[in-house]
């Protein structure tokens, strides 16, 4: 048990997908894994161990951020022995070529500012995903015929973005989407030696101003759901 994770030992899984929803680890954990026991509702924040095809996963949500995810993250290596982490969640689309429910596969993740920010100071350290997670994610995704992206995207610190400067030089460079914690989480897989993957369905887009309703969400996260799941095992 740590501060932010009642898990007693052995409870959590070697595999730890990560949704920032509490409440969307609760329909993964339900909709894809079998003999699910919930493990961690500290502050409310959900986690489940269970098995997918007799594999041991634990679903638990990071919440909103990278500071968040960070506490999650941290614990789940430093505490529970967490091998594999891989982000599932949403993001927006910043690429012309990127619509609404297509899944992005990336495979490095751009930010103005971590909370492992102060160990580099002047560094410009570039977080990566682990290849063998990724190259297994692409060929799943191709299997199933889902439209997929894979590239670099950019973890914001903040939601409500107000650099339509920044937007433009990101969209210039061949910046596919917009999420808030995938970045810490491939800093910290890289600094402890675990394998970290982020896979996102795209939920909105920058420019066209397209919105998934919130009704078709779940529904069009089983694909990325499927993908991870799949490539934590190949």
Same mark, same amino acid.
Request: charged fraction near 20%; include cysteine; proline fraction near 4%.
């Given at each position: ?29 339900? &909709? ?21 095809? +007799?594999? !041991? ?41 990127? +619509? ?51 590239? +670099? ?18 969209? !210039? ?17 890289? !600094?402890?030696?675990? !394998? ?25 996260? +089983? ?10 095992? &190949?």
């Amino acid at each position: 048990m740590t501060v932010h994770i009642g898990a007693k030992p052995g409870q959590i899984a070697e595999t730890v997908l990560m949704p920032g929803d509490p409440y969307r680890a609760k329909w993964a954990a339900e &909709t894809f894994l079998k003999d699910v026991e919930l493990v961690n509702e500290v502050r409310g924040m959900l986690g489940f161990t269970g098995t997918w095809n +007799g594999h !041991r996963v634990t679903i638990q949500g990071s919440g909103m951020g990278m500071p968040s995810l960070s506490i999650y993250a941290n614990e789940l290596i430093n505490e529970y022995n967490a091998q594999t982490l891989i982000r599932i969640g949403s993001c927006g689309g910043m690429q012309p070529q990127v +619509g609404i429910r297509d899944v992005i596969i990336a495979m490095t993740a751009s930010t103005l500012n971590s909370p492992s920010s102060g160990i580099f100071k002047e560094f410009n350290y570039a977080p990566c995903a682990d290849y063998g997670l990724l190259a297994a994610a692409v060929k799943s995704a191709e299997t199933k015929g889902c439209k997929t992206h894979v590239g +670099g995207i950019y973890s914001s610190d903040v939601f409500y973005d107000e650099r339509p400067d920044l937007n433009e030089q990101m969209t !210039r460079h061949g910046i596919l989407g917009v999420e808030m914690e995938a970045a810490e989480l491939y800093t910290l897989a890289a !600094r402890y030696g675990r !394998r970290a993957l982020a896979v996102l369905t795209v939920s909105d887009h920058l420019q066209t101003g397209e919105a998934l309703p919130a009704e078709d969400r779940e529904r069009s996260f +089983g694909e990325m759901v499927e993908i991870a799941l799949e490539a934590a095992f &190949t």
